[in-house]
């Protein structure tokens, strides 16, 4: 069953177009990547599901609409997004930008949340009192997805999280999405310039050339095809 489904989604900036018609779909529990160069409209399509660019065109999750809401109520609805730039408050502490993700939650609810975090991240119980400006580039990205994580969504959508990042610190970061993945059955649609790379942990993708489609199939299917692997994989 579709958890996430696009249909002939466009996006704008101004009278700028930046998507034009884009279908795509998540099932429940399935990893996706969307690959493409600089420009090709991946960071888009995650900003048009979380209702932070004008759009028109169908996106459901779980068989309703998003209708264009707002920000809060695309996260109320289950869906978490993980921007390019880590997006951590770096004047804030560590425990107050988990707190901010649990914001849609109970009390109750954000316990178990940060209870399940620190499962995953196990330093942030040693840190949660220290300043997020000054975690390493490769901790803000952590504790970005660990904000994130703090939502209990349904859907997690990873904007470039390898960009600028150390080669054993991605292998750490892309450990944590698959265990989330596997063990909970988490829906994660994530958006990837390191095409190997998504290819590895994804089971499906897409490949968005100037915001439409080009191709899509499994990530299987993808490593044969040749445009893929001289364009993306480089042989």
Do not use: C
Request: net charge positive; aromatic share 4%; hydrophobic share 45%.
């Amino acid at each position: 069953m579709a958890l996430l489904e696009l249909d002939g989604v466009e996006a704008r900036y101004g009278p700028v177009r930046a998507l034009h018609g884009v279908s795509l779909s998540v099932a429940e529990g399935e990893l996706v990547a969307v690959l493409g160069a600089n420009g090709a409209g991946k960071t888009t399509t995650l900003r048009a599901i979380s209702g932070l660019v004008r759009r028109s065109g169908s996106i459901r999750l779980a068989g309703r609409q998003l209708r264009g809401g707002s920000p809060e109520s695309v996260a109320r609805a289950g869906v978490a997004h993980v921007p390019e730039g880590r997006g951590t408050f770096v004047e804030l502490s560590v425990r107050e930008n988990l707190s901010l993700g649990a914001y849609t939650r109970s009390r109750a609810d954000a316990r178990a949340a940060y209870e399940r975090v620190v499962s995953y991240f196990p330093w942030v119980a040693r840190r949660t009192d220290q300043q997020a400006g000054t975690l390493s580039g490769g901790e803000q990205q952590m504790l970005a997805l660990a904000r994130a994580l703090m939502q209990r969504p349904r859907l997690l959508l990873l904007d470039e999280p390898s960009l600028g990042l150390a080669p054993l610190i991605v292998r750490e970061l892309y450990e944590v999405v698959r265990r989330l993945n596997e063990e909970e059955s988490l829906a994660v649609l994530v958006v990837e310039q390191n095409a190997a790379l998504a290819l590895d942990v994804a089971s499906r993708a897409y490949v968005l050339e100037a915001g439409r489609v080009a191709l899509e199939g499994s990530s299987d299917e993808l490593r044969r095809n040749d445009a893929v692997r001289r364009s993306y994989l480089g042989y």
